[in-house]
């Protein structure tokens, strides 16, 4: 009934997206368990700095796309690391990561959660992790919901602010 009354009154923002797929799944590298996902060994984040969630999409600007690397903590929202680059290679999702953290205020244990993109399962990606002693986690597949909180992100910086 509410959409209804904003539609009459022109009052709803009509959403003009394109699709791109920004992640393959299907590769050779690193793949690793799903700690957000129900169950006895589900991780939760119970403050910031405990789990982190990243994800990759595309920008569209007046000269074509860039694409937006975001690392998101799961507990307060907040985006705690970002880099816009021109393409999907793997040096600019790391440069988000990295951007992160060095702004990091805790040395508590901390899980990184993202999709299983081939970015996300590099060797220079994994190595970030094991040299900073962080926990990597992924999602089974394809699907979205098990990175939702980073689509969400996504979501809203493209819907509502651009």
């Keep these: 009934r509410l959409f209804n009354l904003l539609g009459e009154y022109r009052l709803l923002v009509p959403v003009k997206r394109a699709y791109h797929k920004t992640t393959n799944s299907h590769h050779r590298f690193y793949r690793h368990p799903n700690l957000l996902k129900p169950g006895p060994e589900q991780v939760t984040a119970l403050e ?3 789990v982190w969630v990243a994800d990759i999409t595309y920008l569209p600007l007046r000269s074509g796309t860039a694409c937006l690397s975001l690392v998101t903590d799961a507990c307060s929202r907040k985006i705690v690391g970002y ?3 021109e393409n999907l290679q793997t040096e600019n999702v790391v440069k988000a990561f990295r951007q992160a953290l060095r702004r990091r205020k805790t040395t508590g244990p901390l899980v990184h959660h993202s999709d299983r993109g081939l ?3 590099s060797v220079l990606y994994q190595s970030v992790h094991e040299r900073n002693g962080i926990t990597c986690s992924m999602t089974d597949g394809y699907d979205c919901y098990q990175n939702a909180l980073a689509e969400r992100i996504n979501g809203i910086l493209k819907n509502e602010f651009l």
């Design 119 to 121: 970015q996300y399962c």
């Design 83 to 85: 880099h816009v680059g």
């Design 48 to 50: 910031p700095e405990q």
